[in-house]
């Protein structure tokens, strides 16, 4: 039994790994729905704009400065946060609590 419980949480924890971002260059922020899992290293999803320009994407917390603005959720960079992580997580300690 414990087995399978280490098992669910190594999967939800694989899958929950990783900040995903919005990522784009747009006129119209509301409009970005591209997404993408941040390489190693870059730990915030950060937005910015620049003369009616919206630059969206991943950063290093050191970068977050001035004009830029960051968080560290998943897709937290966009005007509706969304993201299944936290809901994985509640998940798997869940079928967990229930097995052990």
Known sequence: ???YGA?????????ASGLKCYTCV???PKSCNNTMTCPAGLDRCSSVNVKGLTTKTCLHSI???GPITCCDKDLCNSAIPTGPS???LLVSSAIITLFL
């Not at 098992?7 to 899958?15: A, C, D, M, N, V």
């Open 7 to 15: 098992l669910i949480l190594f999967l939800t924890l694989s899958t």
């Open 26 to 28: 747009t006129t119209e």
């Open 86 to 88: 936290g809901i994985l």
């Open 63 to 65: 970068a977050c400065i």
């Open 1 to 3: 039994m414990q087995l």
